[in-house]
């Protein structure tokens, strides 16, 4: 399997993960000690604080879908671009492009840097 193949099998793995709350999936994606990084708060994240953070959102209705999937990849890591759909507290669907740059090591994401672009969302 060349680099280029397994990172984008990664990004997939990662991100469907998401999508379906599988806490187990999005966690194995992760070097133990990762960190995500948001543009909306811009603190890094623990694993834990990520998953937890994931998976509840889920578990109050808050389903999400990462639509317009574009991954490129290069040396050590992958960006993910995508237009996520979701649906937010209000119960509203709402649409918003995003974007992910996650450096990998030995497999797993190790860095994890979200852009969301909530000036572009469309509810």
């Not at 990084?37 to 109050?60: C, P």
């Not at 669907?93 to 469309?122: H, N, W």
Request: with cysteine; hydrophobic share 40%; glycine share 6%.
């Amino acid at each position: 399997m060349t680099d280029e193949t397994a990172m984008r099998a990664l990004a997939k793995r990662f991100f469907d993960a998401i999508e379906e709350g599988d806490a187990e999936g999005i966690r194995a994606a992760y070097a133990v000690d990762a960190a995500i990084w948001y543009n909306t708060d811009r603190r890094d994240k623990t694993v834990d604080e990520n998953v937890e953070r994931l998976v509840r959102a889920l578990a109050t209705g808050q389903k999400r879908q990462y639509k317009d999937r574009r991954v490129v990849v290069f040396p050590g890591g992958f960006v993910h671009q995508h237009v996520l759909h979701g649906i937010n507290p209000a119960g509203e669907l709402c649409t918003m492009p995003a974007c992910c740059v996650c450096f990998v090591e030995d497999g797993r994401i190790k860095r994890l840097e979200e852009y969301l672009d909530s000036a572009d969302q469309k509810s």
